[in-house]
């Protein structure tokens, strides 16, 4: 069974960083990608960030990039947002999933979500 854990949320001030962990399980790690999604009040889901477990490569949404930063460790199955110089902009829920297709940041290409985990950016 395909579980994706997300953690790491909290509240932080502006300006400030957060690292978020989604450790994965259930499937081969190198065969899949995973992607960072959130979702803030009152807005729909956006992609942020997705990258290929086998051999590093990633996508970032440009609204985020240089601030966002998405990475793995295989020998833990976990995928991580470094997050930095955060914006009240950027609350919301944040959620990882799993994509057996390809490199993407839509989230109708990935199949098994994790349960989220808040930011709270307070200004």
């Known amino acids: 069974e395909v579980q994706l854990q997300a953690s790491g949320g909290g509240l932080v001030q502006a300006g400030g960083s957060l690292r978020l962990s989604c450790e994965a399980s259930?499937?081969?790690?190198?065969?899949?990608?995973i992607g960072w999604f959130r979702q803030a009040p009152g807005k729909e889901r956006e992609g942020l960030s997705c990258?290929?477990?086998?051999?590093?490569?990633?996508h970032t949404r440009e609204s985020v990039k240089g601030r966002f930063t998405i990475s793995s460790d295989k020998s833990k199955n976990t995928v991580y947002l470094e997050m930095t110089d955060l914006k009240p902009e950027d609350t919301a829920v944040y959620y990882c999933?799993?994509?057996?297709?390809?490199?993407?940041?839509?989230?109708?290409?990935?199949?098994?979500w994790g349960q989220g985990t808040q930011v709270t950016v307070s200004s």
């Open positions: 259930g499937f081969t790690f190198d065969d899949y990608f």
């Open positions: 990258i290929m477990n086998s051999d590093g490569s990633t």
């Open positions: 999933a799993h994509n057996p297709d390809g490199m993407s940041i839509i989230q109708s290409r990935f199949i098994y």
